[in-house]
């Protein structure tokens, strides 16, 4: 059975959030400082050295008390091939996943002039939060690559958290002129969302204590007409599923506990968690399709589409502590997604409990 195509995003399950979920994961796996590797060993310096690349490009001194920096003891030389690299990284990542996405997702449809889709009300808003989780852990990516090359840490999270932001404008820019999306407000807000609570954590506690996640279980059902509509609508791959099916993504907003309550015994590393997430869903606002082998309608209002409420513990895995940057790369890119865990569930006035959460 497929569906047959429709001029809106319903059919295609949101394609520039999938998209922005898919340069998010990129960034957090490829731009994270640890994947550099090229951190300096100052226990091989002399004291002399040492004392001199305390200094910054001004000549004055830049102890790591007031810079709050890690790389508080990069010369100014090194600082400056750094911030290229980095600079060049970015204009080439960024660069180069748009050229890739117009190539996939955009150049097969008729172009338009600027013009604006109202999809707000679309997949009970699932879109729409994970808008807000790829600029969030873009810019984190983005402004932890910054602070490498010794920017100051609340600069580099205006950096990170802004360009993200810019990023994600320019796919939405991209919708606008094509014909079959727009420009969507509604995104855009959850662009804005997802920096701006990366930013102002960053600027204002010098660290995230609330981290935006994300988890995912494929879906799969007894109803044949159901798997096949979800192939249809999602892709049949795994990695198509995570990025496109929403039945199956949850969430999170993860709030570790030691940061609110520092003189505990709380772990370190010990977040709970509260996630979002949404089910029943076969299109993008009714569970109504168009069979494109018969032409004939499909209508499986039976089936309720329904949000769903959940309240997990979680692992920060930046509060681990560990000397290998391998590790450290690792700890980074899992900071993006949910440990799973035993969970509970609201959704339709009830609650249920999951043995394990993903």
Avoid at 29 to 37: E, G, I, K, Q, R
Avoid at 42 to 55: G, R, W
Avoid at 230 to 248: I, P, Q, V
Wanted: glycine share 8%; charged share 15%; with cysteine.
């Amino acid at each position: 059975m497929k569906s047959a195509p429709v001029q809106n995003s319903s059919s295609l399950a949101s394609h520039s959030c999938a998209v922005s979920r898919l340069f998010s994961i990129f960034a957090v796996f490829f731009l994270h400082p640890a994947f550099l590797n090229a951190q300096i060993d100052t226990s091989k310096f002399t004291a002399k050295e040492k004392i001199s690349i305390q200094y910054n490009d001004t000549m004055k001194p830049a102890p790591l008390a007031k810079t709050n920096s890690p790389y508080y003891y990069l010369t100014p030389k090194q600082k400056s091939s750094r911030q290229w690299l980095v600079g060049g990284i970015n204009v080439i990542g960024y660069g180069a996943s748009l050229i890739i996405f117009n190539n996939t997702w955009y150049k097969d449809y008729p172009k338009t002039s600027f013009h604006t889709f109202n999809d707000n009300g679309e997949w009970l808003q699932m879109d729409k939060v994970g808008h807000g989780w790829a600029s969030y852990n873009a810019g984190r990516a983005s402004a932890a690559m910054w602070v490498w090359a010794g920017v100051e840490p609340k600069k580099a999270a205006w950096i990170g958290g802004l360009s993200s932001t810019v990023y994600m404008t320019v796919i939405e820019i991209l919708d606008a002129h094509s014909a079959q999306w727009g420009w969507s407000w509604g995104d855009m807000a959850a662009n804005l969302f997802g920096s701006g609570l990366f930013i102002s954590q960053q600027v204002g506690w010098a660290e995230q204590r609330i981290q935006f996640k994300f988890s995912f279980h494929r879906k799969s059902y007894s109803d044949s007409v159901l798997n096949e509509r979800s192939d249809d609508l999602f892709g049949s791959g795994w990695a198509e599923r995570m990025l496109k099916d929403y039945n199956g993504q949850t969430y999170w907003l993860s709030v570790n506990l030691r940061a609110f309550f520092p003189r505990s015994n709380i772990p370190p590393w010990l977040n709970v968690a509260i996630g979002y997430g949404a089910d029943g869903m076969f299109g993008g606002y009714h569970n109504i399709w168009i069979d494109e082998e018969t032409g004939l309608p499909v209508n499986r209002t039976d089936i309720k589409r329904y949000r769903q409420w959940f309240l997990a513990p979680d692992v920060n895995f930046s509060k681990i502590k560990t000397n290998s940057k391998g590790v450290k790369l690792l700890l980074g890119i899992l900071d993006a997604f949910k440990f799973p865990a035993p969970s509970l569930e609201l959704s339709n006035g009830k609650l249920k409990v999951h043995a394990i959460h993903f």
